[in-house]
């Protein structure tokens, strides 16, 4: 078989909140690692409704046409391609 595989790394937190900071904390972490991280995918659920999904970063379209939003679901600033506290590479 041929094409991409992807990695389900399940990793307990006490409630959503906590969970969504770690996956943020992890997708980031790993995006240094790896081109191939799509932070934007990042989802959590609780363990007994695995079906039920939860998103972790706001990934909308920038209104620039230059990529997607890379603030976490529940933010309420503006959009932006990359989180104010994470400064510049």
Not at 37 to 55: F, I, K, L, Y
Not at 67 to 88: E, F, I, K, M, N
Request: glycine share 8%; aromatic share 6%; proline share 8%.
């Amino acid at each position: 078989m041929t094409g991409r595989w992807v990695i389900h790394l399940p990793i307990a937190a006490p409630d959503l909140h906590r969970a969504r900071i770690f996956a943020r904390t992890a997708a980031r972490v790993l995006a240094q690692l790896s081109a191939r991280v799509e932070p934007g995918g990042v989802t959590v659920s609780a363990e007994d409704e695995q079906c039920v999904r939860h998103w972790v970063f706001c990934d909308r379209p920038l209104p620039d046409g230059g990529g997607r939003c890379a603030l976490p679901v529940d933010h309420s600033s503006t959009c932006a391609r990359r989180a104010p506290w994470l400064g510049r590479r």
